[in-house]
T-cell receptor, first 113, second 112 residues
Framework: DAGVTQSPTHLIKTRGQHVTLRCSPISGHKSVSWYQQVLGQGPQFIFQYYEKEERGRGNFPDRFSARQFPNYSSELNVNALLLGDSALYLC????????????FGSGTQLSVL | GENVEQHPSTLSVQEGDSAVIKCTYSDSASNYFPWYKQELGKGPQLIIDIRSNVGEKKDQRIAVTLNKTAKHFSLHITETQPEDSAVYFCAANNQAGTALIFGKGTTLSVSS
């Protein structure tokens, strides 16, 4: 079975632009979470979605938003990009709302110039 | 706020030696503690996890111990191999159970 898939793998944007990142969870997993990983740091929680509902939100500004679709795939949107948004964005899936057995994709590397 | 501290930040061992990475957490409500291995260009991979009702768990060369009273947990890797070289992250779940709080990572280098 395929693991968590994310697209695109790399992305270059300029300040002020908008970006959409996409994620497909492991088959059978109903929960998707998004994390931001800055170089040299551990992943930081952004959102958790389960059954299309937002179940948790980390300490990120309103420029960050997400949604989950009926097929459990998800999108992360970031508006008005700042240089500090440059990071690896990781999507993770799990069977339910619990954070146990969280499986990560390879991420989207976003560079904001 | 919720916090997980991890040390050391870097660890170099000879092939065959043991490696130990330690973490402490701040939220007494945390009850799930996973460890992830991240190789260059890849996402974190779950290697072992432990729940708060268990003090120790072992899987082949990897073991994790938990001390809830002291709020710390450790990863032990025995008989290290060059392919164990990677960045290792510890994590704890938050009070709401909706997120993992990660440590800053330990870069493990195993030389042959």
């Amino acid at each position: 079975d395929a693991g968590v898939t994310q697209s695109p793998t790399h992305l270059i944007k300029t300040r002020g632009q908008h970006v959409t990142l996409r994620c497909s969870p492991i088959s059978g997993h109903k929960s998707v979470s998004w994390y931001q990983q800055v170089l040299g740091q551990g992943p930081q929680f952004i959102f958790q979605y389960y059954e299309k509902e937002e179940r948790g939100r980390g300490n990120f500004p309103d420029r960050f938003s997400a949604r989950q679709f009926p097929n459990y795939s998800s999108e992360l949107n970031v508006n008005a990009l700042l240089l500090g948004d440059s990071a690896l964005y990781l999507c993770a899936s799990s069977e339910n709302t619990e954070t146990e057995k969280l499986f990560f994709g390879s991420g989207t590397q976003l560079s904001v110039l | 706020g919720e916090n997980v501290e991890q040390h050391p930040s870097t660890l170099s061992v000879q092939e065959g030696d043991s490696a130990v990475i330690k973490c402490t957490y701040s939220d007494s409500a945390s009850n799930y503690f996973p460890w992830y291995k991240q190789e260059l260009g890849k996402g974190p991979q779950l290697i072992i996890d432990i729940r708060s009702n268990v003090g120790e768990k072992k899987d082949q060369r990897i073991a994790v111990t938990l001390n809830k009273t002291a709020k710390h947990f450790s990863l032990h890797i025995t008989e290290t191999q060059p392919e164990d070289s990677a960045v290792y992250f510890c994590a704890a779940n938050n009070q709401a159970g909706t997120a993992l709080i990660f440590g800053k990572g330990t870069t493990l280098s195993v030389s042959s």
